[in-house]
């Protein structure tokens, strides 16, 4: 149940905007941020209105500005007498060499880019949108720039909302594809196709293209099956709500990072605005161009599948995988994009039913989000051989992103019945949608049930190395359970959960040295903004090792 207080968060593509602003010495700095609860990485933009030159140079203890420019502007003549030239006059008097052929080039590559765009241009396009183009262009090249803008401290804040995770980290001895992919398959996954959980009759959703409602929809493939491809209804949601285009697009680029050679990645999407297929997406929507986009989806379904249902390739795609899935940053982008998938399709249209709990009660519903799970995996250590349990796992997510991630041993017990039984569909889900992309998973057991009395987590709790408790909400009496069940764990097993078991400043003595919870060494830990789904502000949370030795050294003395 992954019991908490608060809501959850309603869908992936939720939205919510706050502002803050700060005095800092050399002015003030008004930081607007913009978070999606689920699965998206929150981006951070400042906008920093600097203090006069004057005051800043003065501050800096370096005399008066005017002085300054006078000083250097005599070290520059006197240099130039003596018949020294610094290294950055070599350096200036080389760009203005430079900068007419530079602008010759940028102006050849405006003029590609502009009939590129016009190649791409449908008989229903209206051809005046061309001249339009180098303008859209320069907003999208601000919007960049605004988004990678900021000080140290800003970028200090990006690197520790992203996941703990380093490339070098492979698992050698993980078994990550699946054996039959990019092959036939006699029968076809049962997934929930996107138009299934969104089609024109859901209510807060209008179609994209109302003057073609008949065919306001498109088929997209991937890279797992041969001959397979989901539907999606492309309608705009009239709230943040999940959005079937934005997901299109997100599917397109993770398989254009994660499964294809650098050649063919770049027709579909690149990072520095040149064109590519998720351009012209955006482009043909923007426009209303339903035969643009179908043109563009169509284009990508053709690399697709001459690229992977290729029988010539299979064997040099799979071996360009298991290098390039195999790195711990690129196995955490596919989980989370497949998580949200399955999330959208099976969770979120149920999550009023979820909120339907009983106040100030141990089954409090609340999530742990996608991105402080991965970075919990990576700080702990965690690979295919980890075994792991989440007590209170709610509709599954931690177990599921686990054995994903991990492709490790994966258990989850919860006693909501609503939870529990849309953690069993998103299972089901989730077997079935990752034959799309052709990756095994770790196995993974969901238990219904009160784990304090469950004979099912009884009997795998000895096995456990990693568990997770989510007991922000929990009582004093089932703290104290969970505390007992502790005497079954092996040393040496990390217990991650919101709030420490062990008070604080405690210490073994004559009066409590058969406690329970003086097995536990505990150090506390901090999540950052956007970790968890009932507050978007920063916390605490506590990493507890099973240490049977404090109590004999104790004893010994």
């Known amino acids: ?62 005399g008066n500005y005017q002085t300054d420019i006078l000083r250097r502007l005599k070290k520059r003549k006197k240099d130039r007498v003596s018949g020294t030239v610094t290294e950055k006059e070599k350096e200036e008097k080389s760009e203005r060499k430079r900068a007419p052929k530079k602008e010759k080039g940028e102006k050849k590559q405006r003029e590609s880019k502009k009939s590129k765009s016009k190649e791409f241009i449908t008989s229903e396009d209206d051809l005046s949108d061309v001249d339009d183009y180098e303008d859209e262009e320069e907003e999208d090249e601000e919007e960049v720039q605004a988004q990678s803008s900021g000080d140290e401290e800003s970028a200090s804040k990006r690197v520790k909302l992203s996941p703990s995770a380093d490339d070098s980290k492979v698992d050698s001895t993980r078994s990550l594809l699946a054996a039959d992919i990019f092959e036939m398959q006699s029968e076809s996954p049962a997934i929930i196709h996107s138009f299934d959980a969104l089609s024109r009759d859901t209510p807060g959703y209008v179609s994209l293209f109302p003057d073609d409602a008949d065919e306001d929809f498109i088929d997209l493939k991937y890279p797992g099956i041969a001959d397979f491809t989901e539907r999606f209804y492309l309608g705009t949601p009239s709230k943040d709500d999940y959005d079937s285009v934005a997901e299109i697009v997100n599917i397109m680029e993770t398989v254009a990072e994660l499964y294809l050679p650098y050649d063919e990645a770049q027709k579909i999407h690149t990072s520095d605005l040149q064109d590519c297929i998720t351009r012209r997406v955006k482009r043909a929507v923007k426009r209303k ?16 599948e001459s690229t992977f249902h290729n ?45 339907k709990y009983e106040a100030f009660s141990s089954n409090v519903y609340g999530e742990l989000l996608p991105r402080f799970v991965s970075r919990l995996f990576s700080e702990l250590e965690m690979d295919s051989s980890s075994i792991f349990m989440d007590l209170g796992s709610g509709v599954g997510n931690c177990v599921l992103q686990a054995a994903l991630e991990l492709g490790c041993r994966c258990f989850g017990c919860e006693m909501m019945p609503k939870a529990a039984a849309l953690a069993e569909r998103q299972e089901k889900e989730f077997k079935e949608r990752l034959k799309l992309w052709g990756v095994m998973p770790g196995e993974t057991t969901l238990i219904t049930g009160d784990f304090v009395t469950s004979e099912e987590v009884a009997a795998a709790f000895k096995s456990v190395t990693v568990l997770l408790v989510n007991n922000y909400a929990f009582d004093a009496e089932l703290n104290n359970s969970l505390v007992n069940m502790f005497l079954d764990l092996a040393d040496g097993t990390k217990i991650v959960s919101l709030k420490s078991f062990v008070p604080s400043g405690h210490k073994i003595t004559q009066h409590n040295a058969e406690s329970p919870i003086n097995l536990l060494a505990v150090e506390e830990r901090e999540f950052y903004t956007g970790s968890v789904s009932w507050t978007d502000a920063a916390g605490s949370y506590y990493v507890s090792t099973v240490d049977r030795s404090r109590m004999q050294t104790f004893a010994d003395k």
């Not at 803050?20 to 699965?39: A, E, F, H, M, N």
């Not at 643009?292 to 697709?304: D, P, Q, R, V």
């Open 311 to 355: 029988t010539d390739n299979a064997v040099q795609n799979k071996e360009f995988l298991a290098k390039n899935l195999g790195k711990r940053k690129n196995i955490t982008a596919l989980s989370h994009e497949v998580l949200s998938e399955i999330y959208a399709r099976v969770v979120s249209p149920h999550v009023k039913d979820l909120r």
């Open 1 to 62: 149940m992954s019991s908490f207080f608060s809501s959850l968060s309603k869908q992936p593509a939720s939205q919510d905007v706050s502002s803050l602003i700060r005095s800092t010495p050399t002015g003030t700095v008004t930081q607007g941020r913009s978070k999606d609860v689920r699965y998206k990485t929150v981006i951070v933009t400042r906008r920093v209105k600097r203090a006069p030159i004057q005051q800043s140079m003065q501050s800096s203890g370096r």
């Open 289 to 304: 161009s339903l035969y643009a986009l179908k043109n563009s989806i169509e284009e990508y379904n053709i690399i697709i």
